[in-house]
């Protein structure tokens, strides 16, 4: 299964639906060329929807917090929504878990970033 991503705006935060495995290959670079588009075009609030992901390996992960760095680096802000339990679990296990601002409720999400 590939990895699919779809953005929309809501309230000037960016909301990046991705479904499928964030994985070494396609879905890291979908991930990465998606994050890099829409800090071109000035969109730096992020919220990755990660509820249809699921699977990630290593290399999706190392891609994630590079996502992360990125954003920041450009004065933006990169927050994660709706991790299943699985996702969860490999963050906590990397001890990434702390690293990202991870959200739930996608309208408190949202507001958060203002």
Do not use: C, P, W
Not at 1 to 25: F, W
Not at 46 to 51: A, P
Not at 63 to 82: P, Y
């Amino acid at each position: 299964m590939t990895m699919k991503s779809s953005t929309r705006q809501i309230d000037g935060v960016t909301v990046v639906d991705l479904s499928g495995r964030i994985t070494l290959g396609e879905g890291s670079v979908i991930l990465r060329e998606t994050v890099r588009d829409l800090l071109s075009k000035g969109n730096k609030k992020i919220l990755l929807n990660l509820g249809e992901v699921n699977y990630i390996d290593s290399s999706g992960i190392g891609e994630l917090v590079s996502a992360f760095t990125t954003v920041r680096n450009q004065g933006g802000d990169l927050k994660l929504l709706n991790l299943t339990k699985k996702v969860h679990d490999l963050l906590q296990i990397t001890k990434l878990y702390t690293v990202f601002d991870v959200k739930d409720d996608e309208a408190g999400a949202v507001k958060s970033f203002h």
